[in-house]
Protein backbone atom coordinates (compact mmCIF):
# COMPACT_ATOMS: atom_id res chain seq x y z
CA UNK A 1 0.00 0.00 0.00
CA UNK A 2 1.68 3.55 -1.01
CA UNK A 3 1.85 6.17 1.51
CA UNK A 4 -1.01 8.24 -0.30
CA UNK A 5 -3.40 5.39 -0.15
CA UNK A 6 -2.81 4.72 3.70
CA UNK A 7 -3.32 8.42 4.12
CA UNK A 8 -6.94 8.38 2.78
CA UNK A 9 -7.79 5.60 4.14
CA UNK A 10 -7.92 7.04 7.65
CA UNK A 11 -10.59 7.17 9.33
CA UNK A 12 -9.76 10.00 11.66
CA UNK A 13 -8.52 13.34 10.13
CA UNK A 14 -6.32 13.40 12.94
CA UNK A 15 -5.51 11.80 16.17
CA UNK A 16 -5.11 14.66 19.17
CA UNK A 17 -1.81 12.64 21.43
CA UNK A 18 -1.68 14.35 24.93
CA UNK A 19 2.34 15.07 24.44
CA UNK A 20 2.43 15.02 28.58
CA UNK A 21 0.73 11.55 28.65
CA UNK A 22 2.80 9.98 25.94
CA UNK A 23 6.20 10.66 26.77
CA UNK A 24 5.35 9.86 30.71
CA UNK A 25 4.24 6.54 29.12
CA UNK A 26 7.14 6.40 26.98
CA UNK A 27 9.89 6.87 29.91
CA UNK A 28 10.63 3.59 30.74
CA UNK A 29 10.26 2.16 26.85
CA UNK A 30 13.69 1.46 24.81
CA UNK A 31 12.76 2.75 21.23
CA UNK A 32 11.57 -0.94 19.77
CA UNK A 33 9.61 -0.32 22.09
CA UNK A 34 7.82 3.16 21.69
CA UNK A 35 8.07 2.78 17.60
CA UNK A 36 5.83 -0.57 18.03
CA UNK A 37 3.25 1.43 20.40
CA UNK A 38 3.01 4.70 17.63
CA UNK A 39 2.18 1.79 15.21
CA UNK A 40 -0.34 0.21 17.23
CA UNK A 41 -2.13 3.48 17.81
CA UNK A 42 -1.79 4.36 14.33
CA UNK A 43 -3.40 1.08 13.34
CA UNK A 44 -5.93 1.50 15.72
CA UNK A 45 -6.84 4.87 14.44
CA UNK A 46 -6.84 3.57 10.99
CA UNK A 47 -9.59 1.49 11.42
CA UNK A 48 -10.96 2.06 14.81
CA UNK A 49 -13.60 -1.32 14.54
CA UNK A 50 -11.34 -4.00 12.89
CA UNK A 51 -10.13 -6.27 15.94
CA UNK A 52 -6.63 -6.89 16.73
CA UNK A 53 -5.90 -10.03 18.86
CA UNK A 54 -3.56 -9.78 21.66
CA UNK A 55 -2.88 -13.64 21.11
CA UNK A 56 -1.79 -13.52 17.98
CA UNK A 57 1.58 -12.00 18.06
CA UNK A 58 2.70 -12.90 14.41
CA UNK A 59 -0.08 -10.19 12.96
CA UNK A 60 1.30 -7.90 15.93
CA UNK A 61 4.63 -8.07 14.75
CA UNK A 62 3.43 -7.63 11.37
CA UNK A 63 1.68 -4.29 12.33
CA UNK A 64 4.83 -3.14 14.31
CA UNK A 65 6.98 -3.85 11.00
CA UNK A 66 9.34 -6.23 14.33
CA UNK A 67 10.07 -9.94 13.63
CA UNK A 68 8.65 -12.58 15.82
CA UNK A 69 11.40 -13.21 18.02
CA UNK A 70 11.75 -8.81 18.86
CA UNK A 71 7.90 -9.01 19.49
CA UNK A 72 7.93 -11.53 21.95
CA UNK A 73 10.36 -9.49 23.81
CA UNK A 74 8.77 -5.68 23.72
CA UNK A 75 4.99 -7.73 23.89
CA UNK A 76 4.56 -7.34 27.93
CA UNK A 77 5.65 -3.44 27.53
CA UNK A 78 3.83 -2.03 24.29
CA UNK A 79 0.79 -4.17 25.28
CA UNK A 80 0.54 -2.46 29.09
CA UNK A 81 -0.85 0.53 27.94
CA UNK A 82 -3.69 -0.92 25.60
CA UNK A 83 -6.99 -2.09 27.02
CA UNK A 84 -7.38 -5.77 26.22
CA UNK A 85 -10.89 -7.29 26.63
CA UNK A 86 -11.62 -11.19 25.81
CA UNK A 87 -8.28 -11.23 23.70
CA UNK A 88 -9.11 -7.95 21.80
CA UNK A 89 -6.64 -5.12 21.80
CA UNK A 90 -8.55 -1.21 22.39
CA UNK A 91 -7.16 1.74 23.31
CA UNK A 92 -9.13 3.99 24.90
CA UNK A 93 -7.84 7.58 23.63
CA UNK A 94 -8.72 6.38 19.73
CA UNK A 95 -11.85 5.10 20.80
CA UNK A 96 -12.93 8.68 22.83
CA UNK A 97 -10.92 10.67 19.35
CA UNK A 98 -13.25 8.79 17.12
CA UNK A 99 -16.68 9.00 19.43
CA UNK A 100 -15.87 12.61 19.34
CA UNK A 101 -15.58 12.96 15.36
CA UNK A 102 -18.12 11.10 14.84
CA UNK A 103 -20.70 13.35 17.24
CA UNK A 104 -18.57 16.43 16.13
CA UNK A 105 -19.60 15.29 11.89
CA UNK A 106 -23.37 14.21 12.84
CA UNK A 107 -23.89 17.51 14.44
CA UNK A 108 -22.09 19.21 11.73
CA UNK A 109 -24.74 17.67 9.01
CA UNK A 110 -27.47 18.38 11.41
CA UNK A 111 -26.62 22.33 11.01
CA UNK A 112 -26.21 21.81 7.48
CA UNK A 113 -29.37 20.59 7.14
CA UNK A 114 -31.16 22.74 8.92
CA UNK A 115 -29.66 26.00 7.46
CA UNK A 116 -30.22 24.76 3.80
CA UNK A 117 -34.36 24.22 5.43
CA UNK A 118 -34.11 27.87 6.79
CA UNK A 119 -32.45 29.07 3.48
CA UNK A 120 -35.81 27.54 1.43
CA UNK A 121 -38.19 29.20 3.60
CA UNK A 122 -36.52 32.63 3.89
CA UNK A 123 -36.69 32.06 -0.46
CA UNK A 124 -40.02 31.07 -0.31
CA UNK A 125 -41.13 34.09 1.86
CA UNK A 126 -38.99 37.07 -0.12
CA UNK A 127 -41.55 38.84 -2.11
CA UNK A 128 -39.94 40.67 -4.97
Not at 1 to 7: G, L, P, Q
Request: glycine residues 2%.
Amino acid sequence: MRVADWVTAMRLKYVQIDTREFLIECLTMDADEVGAYLLLLLKLANNPERKLLATDHEALARVTHTSNVQWKRIADQVLSHFSIKKDVITCPMISDQFAKQSYISAQRCKAGKAKKKNKLLMEDNVQW
